[in-house]
C-alpha cells in the first residue's frame, strides 16, 4: 500500500496570518471569531499568529503575498465578504480574488486558504459565517493547519526566515 498523508490538525508550533477584508465586516468580523476558535482548539499560540485588516477583497492577495513571500508563516488565511445583492462587480472582485489568492500561494510555496465567502444574499453570508452552515473562517483555519502539516510531513514546506 503506497503511504498516505493527508497533513494533521496539531497547531501548536505552526505560524499562521489571517488577512481580513473590512468590507462587509459584520460578516469578516464572524469569519475571523470562526478562525480565532479554530486557532484555539488546535493550540496554535497566540504569538506565532497575526491579523492585517485590508479595506476589501481585491486588496487580500497583495498581502496574502507579501505575508507568505516573507517565510514568517506556515500558513496565510484570507477571509472577505462578496455579497452579489450589494454589488454590480461582485463577479469581478470574486475573481480578483479568488485568482490572486491562487497565484500567490504558487509564487510563494505556501498554502494561502480562500475563506471569501460569495454569495447571493446577505442572509446566506449570515448562515456560513456562524450560522446554520457553520463557520467557514474555521473551516478555512483548520484547513490552513492540514495544508501546513502536510507540506511539513512531505518535507516540502519553507524553511523559515
Ligand atoms: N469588497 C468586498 O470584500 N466585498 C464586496 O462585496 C465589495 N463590494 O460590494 O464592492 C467589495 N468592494 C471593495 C473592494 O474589495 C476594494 O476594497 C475596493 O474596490 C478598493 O480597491
Not at 41 to 47: F, T
Request: glycine share 12%; aromatic share 4%; charged share 20%.
Amino acid at each position: 500500500m503506497p503511504k498516505e498523508h493527508e497533513g494533521g490538525l496539531q497547531g501548536m508550533g505552526l505560524r499562521i496570518a489571517i488577512v481580513a477584508a473590512r468590507f462587509n465586516e459584520h460578516i469578516t468580523g464572524r469569519l475571523l471569531q470562526g478562525a480565532r476558535t479554530a486557532l484555539n482548539e488546535h493550540k496554535v499560540r497566540e504569538e506565532d499568529t497575526l491579523v492585517a485588516w485590508v479595506p476589501g477583497s481585491f486588496e487580500l492577495p497583495l498581502v496574502a503575498h507579501a505575508l507568505a513571500g516573507s517565510g514568517r508563516y506556515d500558513a496565510v488565511v484570507c477571509l472577505g465578504a462578496v455579497i452579489r445583492g450589494e454589488t454590480a462587480h461582485f463577479e469581478h472582485i470574486s475573481r480578483v480574488a479568488s485568482d490572486g489568492i491562487a497565484q500567490a500561494s504558487r509564487d510563494t510555496g505556501v498554502p494561502i486558504l480562500l475563506g471569501v465567502l460569495t454569495t447571493h444574499t446577505l442572509a446566506q453570508a449570515l448562515e456560513r459565517s456562524g450560522g446554520q452552515v457553520g463557520n467557514a473562517g474555521y473551516n478555512v483555519t483548520v484547513s490552513a493547519i492540514q495544508m501546513a502539516n502536510l507540506l511539513k510531513e512531505l518535507k516540502l514546506g519553507r524553511s523559515p526566515a
